[in-house]
């Protein structure tokens, strides 16, 4: 029996209606930005294994560390405990942070690092004995799957099932080019000193369509955020690690966010690890001699030594002049590439930010194209060994760095026969 066959008769997928969908791809290795399937049929991994990748699959290097790690110490409780990887990887992430960020709290994915930093936020409040009950957030934001990190996600179908169960957040509408007034006087009316946080993913919401927004107006909400006292959590689960062009997409804004959540591209894609760091002025408000104001969260593999390994060779990785040059080889190419979509009848819409490339399908006359477009450009492009996964009509490029000038060229030239074929 072929594996997909197995796999169909035990597993539940992501994202996925089991009755509808096609039998899943099985691959069998990765190499750089490609991946291998069981009949030896190659993928162009263009958007980075869902956004985890940052140096191409099963790297070497990071192999070597953690099976390194793995001989060494596998695990340990993280209460009571500490080791080196966990210790390192917060010596050297915090430095590369926006300067205001001095602790880290570990936990296992980004949906956790949300939870935790909701929790971290309306604890804050409610240990200086002035409990905030408000949260805000962006109309088309996504912070994971978790119920609280659901809660302060843009609401939708995929969330309409657990609406009764989710906390009350208020809404912004993302401030995309063109909107930035309308946004700000609706927020200048919004926030208020009940408003404990306020939740964006900096400069590019990613699975809300990859909608992209400017620095400068996210500054001047994160700055009425402050100005009211609230906290401001920059989840840059996605964004984190190079995607936006700098280290952070917070190092592109004047303000600093008070929390943040990273996972994802933090141990290269290798494992699951999630961190969420706070400021000094948070961490100091949970000490205290009543046990009562201790943080009561915590994971079974919190501070994994593996994964903390992982990231660790991962930011050896991204900080070398080699993968930063990549960076900026990656977003000069779709800079250009860019430029000719704009072009195109079947396109619109288009943005880069970074390494990001993100564009809308508009479909011409077929009426079957238009209502699954998403179908039918996903189909389309795998077919051609192109793994790319739009979000609804919108098609993005989010590579690994280590993918090269011609395997770039190589997705642009799919997209090129695909917007012929649609238009
Ligand atoms: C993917 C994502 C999350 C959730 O991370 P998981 O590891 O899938 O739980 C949270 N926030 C943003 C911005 C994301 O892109």
Redesign the pocket.
């Known amino acids: 029996m072929s594996l997909s066959t197995r796999d169909a008769a035990v597993l539940w997928h992501p994202f996925t209606q089991m009755q509808t969908a096609p039998l899943p791809i099985p691959i069998v290795r990765g190499e750089g930005s490609l991946l291998f399937d069981a009949e030896g049929r190659q993928y162009l991994d263009l958007i980075s294994s869902w956004?985890v990748n940052l140096h191409g699959h099963a790297h070497p290097y990071i192999a070597e560390r953690v099976s390194e790690q793995l001989r060494t110490l596998e695990h340990v409780i993280f209460a009571g405990f500490t080791h080196e990887p966990a210790v390192q990887l917060a010596e050297r992430l915090l430095p590369i942070l926006p300067s205001n960020q001095k602790r880290v709290f570990y936990s296992d994915?980004?949906?956790t690092a949300?939870e935790v930093a909701l929790k971290m936020a309306f604890q804050y409040w409610h240990n200086l004995g002035q409990p905030r009950p408000r949260v805000i957030a962006f109309d088309d934001a996504?912070?994971?799957?978790t119920f609280g990190?659901m809660a302060v996600g843009g609401r939708s179908a995929f969330s309409a099932p657990f609406a009764p169960f989710l906390f009350d957040v208020s809404y912004l509408p993302t401030p995309i080019p063109g909107c930035e007034a309308a946004v700000l006087a609706q927020a200048e009316a919004l926030f208020d000193n009940d408003v404990a946080a306020f939740i964006a993913?900096p400069l590019v919401q990613?699975?809300g369509g990859m909608q992209m927004y400017e620095p400068a107006v996210l500054d001047k909400l994160m700055r009425l955020a402050h100005h009211h006292g609230a906290l401001v959590i920059a989840?840059e689960?996605?964004t984190g690690f190079g995607r936006t062009g700098k280290l952070f997409a917070s190092h592109h804004l004047a303000e600093q966010p008070d929390l943040m959540?990273l996972?994802?591209g933090l141990t290269g894609g290798t494992m699951a690890l999630?961190v969420t760091t706070c400021t000094a002025a948070i961490y100091d408000a949970f000490l205290s001699d009543d046990k009562f104001k201790t943080l009561f969260h915590g994971h079974s593999f919190t501070a994994n030594p593996l994964a903390c390994t992982a990231s660790l060779a991962s930011m050896d990785l991204l900080l070398s002049v080699e993968t930063q040059d990549s960076i900026k080889r990656i977003a000069g190419q779709h800079h250009a590439f860019a430029e000719e979509l704009r072009q195109h009848k079947a396109v619109s819409n288009v943005r880069q930010r970074g390494t990001i490339l993100a564009f809308d399908l508009v479909a011409g006359g077929q009426a079957s194209y238009f209502s699954n477009i998403r179908d039918v450009a996903y189909n389309f492009l795998l077919d051609r060994g192109i793994l790319m996964r739009p979000l609804g009509n919108v098609l993005y490029f989010l590579p690994p760095y280590c993918t090269t000038n011609e395997q770039l060229e190589q997705g642009y030239e799919a997209v090129r026969e695909l917007l012929d074929e649609i238009s």
């Open positions: 956004w994915n980004g949906s949300v996504y912070h994971g799957d990190a993913e990613g699975a989840d689960v996605m959540c996972s994802k999630g």
